[in-house]
Structure formats: structure tokens, C-alpha cells
């Protein structure tokens, strides 16, 4: 209905005129319908602009000016198709596009019209990249793009000497251009962009990022929905009140995002509560009477709205979608009639003289005047002074207004191309909820995170008391090496085992050693001290229980048994080579890889009494660049270990001689490795807490050695206990050869018995 009034009205106005009267065809692209119904303020306002021009003697005599308005739907699609229809129709010649409103409208159809040797100018899109004269070469815009509204961002966040804000912003070009602009100008003038977020459909994870990294002051951009789904997420955070400042693209008014929306789990009140207090930043629309000078219009900004109520039947018009706007659509029609005007003079001037009646579609001298008439033009307008930069931008003037009692207030005007600064006098004053502007940001504390006392002298308690247990087994296993049970065990095997042992409790001791006790070189020095004594510790022992075995399974599995002679120093030489192996490893890592002190920086905690107050944990750790690959060689190596002795206990789980044969004790041991190291292993790398990781990794390495350690040596103390548990005297070397005689005769069973089988 608007649309067949707003066609009635203008071409009715059209055809009230005298004889040999030029009609000069503009292309309106308007929002009619679509996600936002702009044109139901622009159309009007365009409107007051024609009919005011026509009926004016000193523009464009023998002229008036004709718009055929186009729904582009807020479509990209449907505006550009609008407009090729219209261009396509001979009938009329249009000499100017103007629009669209909805930068995803103007910018397919901005990128064309040049083609048609037409200059398009647009009253509400504020992309960026319109700005760009490589893609939109005779493009022109009264309403300022996104990017210019950051010089009064700026400006506002200097005023009250923040120093720290934080973005967030819907995934759409509009607003991706602008803030990465944003970022860049708010680096240069010294401000820090603490977190930086931007969503698709739902925000719930970006405002709890900002919640938790201690933002106060955001500069946000969103359509409607955008800001319903924004602003529920924010009063489920509790990020609105006293301490937080919203600052919002000033278009986002309440009509546009305060309505009834199913897919937010908020109601309006809610929604209302965490918009209270915002700031909008916008263009300079109506300036005051008192603040403006007159416009070339002759109307003042209350005769205008006076007679825009009258041509919308409202006494509310800013009610209506795109009222902020609406005087823009206005100045776009005067500065479209204003360039015709002069460019028809120039015209006349050529030889042969021309006219603007003679402009057809390949009229590249006419379209080439009017972007150089545009391009150096400066008038008084309805929305204050229009003037274009290079980029076809307009340096207009920009307001701020904030949201009080649920009204938008104007608090200050800048000019961005007289002054940096803006000016609050003339205008209502900024209401603070808390009585003053909040702090940019929270109060940090860094939070050096130790291992607490009671943690590292447990562990190194419970460390001394398996040094302890060792140091008893090793003593029992001394004082009775000549009995049978213990000797055929060897002995002088066990006692590496034990101090395998030894070294992975004093491993223990070492991890916790850091810099709440000690000096950042002496951290360094225990971290590597601690891996020499994990790595050697663990060859000593399991290298020590895996040979024992090795021998038993040569023993009972080769035919030449009885004169095979596996003296201890040939499996001490065994175990050395695998400890040579772990030293020469951890010698090339120190030569080549060298672990050093790193601080890292954990995620920011804001405090819960207080959430004034962050902590940033640092945490010391000694790591090299490659350590990966040299930890994963000894995690191949100590695998390949384990499994070696896993084989070997399978084989030797039949040797019925229980003081020869441990294998029913290593698998146990092996089984208790491999789910310590499953559960250790990524817990060492995952946990970052340094008290739980401590405590995590140093109970199991606990818990594996003390396991191993009993699970081989208490039947040994059991079995001394029940064969002789009076006498702690060696037996005589006649009851030895005695014993190593039955031995031999079960062995030439066992042989026999194989070699049947």
C-alpha cells in the first residue's frame, strides 16, 4: 500500500506541470518488505524531498525529478533483478539509482550500475567494503559507513580513560569489515582488545569467553536477533549493571530488536534490563534547531518533522522501522538534484552543447561530470552538513545516545571532520548505574602456581618410607643371599632391582622440588635430575627381573641346560647395556635438545567473592622443543621392555620352582606398569594444575615401585619365614649341593617329559 501511494503521489506530481518540462527518472531501491521494512519512513521522506525540489524555481527549471520506487526485500538477489527490469525497460530512461537500503542489497547492485554509466547513490548502507572504489567506482552514501563510526568508538572510550575493551559481532560482512578496522585503529591509539569474538547463530560460548577474560567495557555488533540472543546470554552471565558498558551500533534501536522472540529463553524485561545504560553510536540524523545551521532545504529539523508526521498519518513516527534514517533518504534526493542541477549547466557549456535529456546508457561524458559535481559537493542538509570523501563516503556529523528509562537520549555529538573529540555540552548527561563509569577492566593478579608444602612434603614422606622399604629388602636380601630361597633368586640381581627402585622414590623427591623452595636454576636442575633417575631407575629394576627370567626360560627351554653355565655378570652386563642406553639417550638430549625453565600463562580466573579481581595462573615447567620425540623413544624402549618381559613370563609360567621362577610375580608387575603408565602418561601431559599434577603423577610412580617392589620381594620374606623361622644361620654347603642335586634330577624329568611330548 505504501508503495502504490508513494507512486501515486510522486508521479502524480509528475504530471501537474507546464509544457516542455524534462522528466529526470531516478531508480529508488527500497526495503518495502524483508527483515527490515526500512521503506516505510525512506518512501515518505523521499516523498517530502521530490515534492519540495520540483516545486522549487531555482532547481532544475524545466525539469522534475520522477523516482519509480523497486522492493529489493533486503535481498542481494531480488534488488539486483529489480533493478536490471527497470533498466531493461525503454520506456523510461533512468539517470541515477538510488539505494539501496540494506548494504546486501546495495552492494550487487552498486557493483553493476557503473556499468550502465549510472551513478548510484545509497541513504542507509553502511558496509565497508563499500568504500572500496575498485569495486563500487561511482558509488556515493549519505548515511557514514560502519568503519567511520569508530573515530567516535574511539573518542568514547578515551573520554573516560579506558584502556582495555573487548568485540563481539555477528558472522556478516557489515560488521566483520568494521571491526577488523576497529582492531587496527584501537592497536594505533594505544587501547588493548582483550578478546576479540564474533558468532554465526548462537553466542553462548563467545559471552562466556568474555565473562571469563574480565571484559567490562564491549563494543558490540549485531542485527535484531542478533542482539535478542546476545543480550539473554548476557543475563544469564550477569554481564549487565553498574560494572559493564555496552556500546552498540546506534541503528539497533527498541523497535528493531525489543520484540517477542521464541528462540531466546529471555523475556522482555529481561532483555530490557541488560540493555539499560548501553551506548549507541550513530549518525547525526535531526540535529537541534539550536545546533544546526539552516538547511538549503529552508526547513528547519521541527518543520520537517512536522510535515514527515503529516505525510506518514503519525503523531509517533519514531516508531517506524528506519526513522533514524529517514532524514538521510531526504538529503539523497537533494543531493541526486543538486548534482543534475549543475550538471545540466555544465552540459550546455560543451561544444555542441548537451542537455540532460540527451543522457543515454552509453553516456560516459554526462555520468563522468556528475561523480566530479558529487565528489567536490558541500551542502547543508536535513541530517546536518553533507560532504563526500575520495571513497564516497560521507563526513557527516555522529552521535551518541544511551539507553535511560528505556528511551534513547542523545548525550553528544561529534564532528569527525573538524575534531577528534566529542561534545557533551547542549546535550543530557551519561547516567552511570554505580554513580561513575566503570573500570575498563578487572583488577589481575598474576598467581604463581608451586606446589604447595603439604603437598610436596607428603609426597616426599611418603618417598623416604619406600626408600625406607627398599633399603629393608635390600638389607634382608644381603643379610640372607646364602639361604636357598634367596640365592637361587640372585641376589646380586635384586639388589639392582632395589635401587631402581630407590632412584624412582628419589625421582619423587626431585619433581617436587620448584621454585616456591628453591631458585628457577635449581627447578631446572631437579627437572632433569628427575628424569635421569625415572629413566635409569626403571631399566634397573625391570631390566633386573627381566633377565632373572631370561635365565630361567634359557635354563628350562634349551636341551643343553645342564652345561650352560649364566653366570650374575653376564646378566649384570645386560642390565647395563640397557642403562647405557637410557644414559646415552639422555646425554644426546642434553646436547642437543636441552630442557629449560618455560612460564606459561594459564586461562584467566576471575574470583569468585569478587569478580573486581582475575588471576592469571603462571606455571613453570621444564620442556625442550622436541621433548615429544625423545620422551616417545623412551616410552618405545620401556614398551618393547615390558613386552620382552611379558613373553618371557608366559614362557616360564609352568617352571614349578618357586624360588627360581618369578614369572607369576612379573606378570602381576607388568600388568601393574602397563595400567600406571596408561593412566599416567596422558594425565603428566593433560593436567596443568601444578598441585594435582604433582600429586597425580607422584602416587603413581609411587604406587607402581611399591607395588613391584613387594609384589617380587614380601613372598621372598614369607617363604624365609616359613621354611626357617627360628635359625638366621647360612646353611652348610652340604645341604646346598644336596638341594642343587634335586634340582637337577627335576630337570632331567622336566626334559624328558618335553622331549616325549
Known amino acids: 500500500m505504501l508503495s502504490l501511494f508513494f507512486r501515486l503521489t510522486i508521479l502524480g506530481t509528475a504530471c501537474v506541470c507546464m509544457p516542455n518540462v524534462t522528466k529526470l527518472y531516478l531508480l529508488g531501491l527500497y526495503p518495502e518488505s524483508g527483515p527490515w521494512v526500512g521503506a516505510q519512513t525512506a518512501i515518505p521522506a523521499t516523498q517530502l524531498a521530490v515534492t519540495d525540489i520540483n516545486s522549487n524555481p531555482d532547481i532544475l527549471p524545466r525539469h522534475q525529478i520522477v523516482v519509480i520506487p523497486r522492493d529489493t526485500e533486503c535481498d542481494g538477489g531480488k534488488a539486483t533483478d ?3 527490469r527497470e533498466l531493461f525497460n525503454k520506456t523510461t530512461t533512468k539517470v541515477m539509482v538510488i539505494g539501496a537500503g540494506c548494504s546486501i542489497a546495495t552492494e550487487p547492485t552498486a557493483q553493476a550500475s557503473h556499468y550502465w554509466n549510472l551513478i548510484q547513490i545509497s541513504y ?3 558496509s565497508p567494503k563499500l568504500s572500496t572504489r575498485s569495486l563500487f567506482p561511482r558509488f556515493f552514501r549519505l548515511y557514514p559507513p560502519g568503519n567511520m563510526f569508530n573515530i567516535a568508538k574511539l573518542a568514547l572510550i578515551r573520554e573516560f580513560n579506558w584502556k582495555k575493551v573487548a568485540t563481539l559481532h555477528q558472522s556478516v560482512a557489515i560488521f566483520s569489515l568494521a571491526f577488523a578496522e576497529f582492531h587496527r585503529d584501537a592497536k594505533r591509539a594505544g587501547i588493548e582488545v582483550i578478546a576479540a569474538e564474533s558468532f554465526i547463530e548462537d553466542p553462548t560460548e563467545q559471552v562466556e569467553f568474555l565473562k571469563h577474560s574480565g571484559a567490562r567495557i564491549i563494543v558490540a555488533g549485531f542485527y535484531g536477533d542478533g542482539a535478542r540472543k546476545v543480550y539473554c546470554e548476557a543475563y544469564h552471565q550477569k554481564m549487565y549493571g553498574a560494572k559493564y558498558v555496552w556500546i552498540v551500533p546506534g541503528w539497533i534501536t527498541l523497535n528493531i530488536w525489543l520484540v517477542p522472540d521464541d528462540s531466546v529463553d529471555c523475556s522482555l524485561d529481561q532483555l530490557r534490563e541488560v540493555a539499560g545504560g548501553q551506548i549507541g553510536i550513530n549518525a547525526v540524523s535531526l540535529p537541534p534547531d539550536s545546533q544546526r545551521a539552516p538547511a538549503l532545504s529552508g526547513m528547519t529539523t521541527s518543520k520537517f518533522l512536522e510535515r514527515f508526521k503529516e505525510t506518514v498519518g503519525s503523531d509517533n513516527p519514531e516508531s517506524l522501522p528506519g526513522y533514524s534514517e529517514m532524514p538521510f533518504s531526504y538529503d539523497t534526493i537533494w543531493t541526486a538534484a543538486l548534482a543534475l542541477h549543475e550538471a545540466d549547466k555544465q552540459l550546455g557549456n560543451l561544444d555542441p552543447p548537451r542537455t540532460l535529456a540527451n543522457f543515454t546508457y552509453e553516456d560516459s561524458v554526462t555520468v563522468q561530470i556528475l561523480f566530479d559535481i558529487i565528489s567536490n559537493m558541500s551542502f547543508q542538509g536535513i541530517s546536518g552538513p553533507v560532504k563526500f570523501t575520495p ?15 528505556n528511551r534513547h537520549v542523545n548525550v553528544g555529538v561529534m564532528d569527525p571532520g573538524t575534531s577528534e573529540d566529542i561534545t557533551w555540552e547542549g546535550y543530557e548527561s551519561i547516567r552511570w548505574e554505580g554513580g561513575a563509569p566503570p ?5 589481575e593478579f598474576e598467581d604463581r602456581q608451586t606446589i604447595r608444602s603439604a603437598v610436596f612434603i607428603s609426597g616426599a614422606i611418603f618417598a623416604t618410607f619406600g626408600i625406607i622399604l627398599a633399603c629393608c629388602f635390600l638389607i634382608f636380601n644381603i643379610h640372607f643371599k646364602n639361604r636357598r630361597m634367596i640365592k637361587m633368586s ?27 623452595i628453591a631458585s628457577t636454576d635449581t627447578f631446572l636442575s631437579m627437572c632433569k635430575a628427575k628424569t635421569w633417575c625415572l629413566s635409569t631407575g626403571f631399566s634397573l629394576a625391570f631390566g633386573s627381573m627381566f633377565c632373572k627370567t631370561w635365565r630361567v626360560h634359557k635354563i628350562f627351554t634349551n636341551k643343553t641346560a645342564m652345561r650352560m653355565v649364566l653366570k650374575d655378570h653376564r646378566l649384570l652386563i645386560w642390565v647395563a647395556v640397557l642403562v647405557l642406553l637410557d644414559i646415552v639417550i639422555l646425554i644426546l638430549w642434553e646436547i642437543l635438545d636441552p630442557l629449560v625453565a618455560v612460564e606459561r600463562l594459564g586461562a584467566k580466573v576471575v574470583d569468585n567473592e569478587n569478580d573486581d579481581v582475575v588471576y592469571t595462573p603462571i606455571r613453570l615447567f621444564c620442556e625442550s622443543r622436541n621433548q615429544i620425540y625423545w620422551i616417545g623413544t623412551f616410552y618405545i624402549i620401556d614398551g618393547l621392555l615390558l613386552i620382552f618381559g611379558a613373553f618371557l613370563a608366559w614362557e616360564t609360567r609352568k617352571v614349578s620352582i618357586p624360588a627360581l621362577n618369578d614369572s607369576k610375580y612379573i606378570g602381576i608387575c607388568v600388568y601393574n606398569v602397563l595400567i600406571m603408565s596408561l593412566t599416567g602418561a596422558p594425565m603428566s601431559f593433560v593436567l596443568e594444575e601444578r598441585n594435582v599434577h604433582y600429586a597425580a603423577v607422584a602416587t603413581l610412580i609411587w604406587l607402581t615401585t611399591t607395588l613391584t617392589l613387594c609384589v617380587v620381594f614380601v613372598p621372598k620374606v614369607r617363604a624365609r619365614n616359613v621354611v626357617q623361622p627360628r635359625s638366621h644361620q647360612s646353611e652348610q654347603p652340604a645341604d646346598v649341593e644336596r638341594e642343587m642335586q634335586r634340582l637337577r634330577q627335576e630337570l632331567d624329568r622336566m626334559k624328558a617329559r618335553l622331549e616325549i611330548n
Open 391 to 405: 571513497s564516497g563516503d560521507r563526513l557527516g556529523l555522529i552521535q551518541i545516545w544511551q539507553l535511560q528509562d
Open 82 to 84: 529489480e533493478m536490471y
Open 439 to 443: 573500570v575498563d577492566f578487572v583488577i
Open 124 to 126: 542507509a548502507s553502511s
Open 490 to 516: 640372585s641376589p646380586n640381581i635384586n639388589n639392582l632391582m632395589l635401587i631402581g627402585g630407590m632412584l624412582a622414590y628419589v625421582s619423587i623427591i626431585f619433581q617436587g622440588v620448584d621454585t616456591a
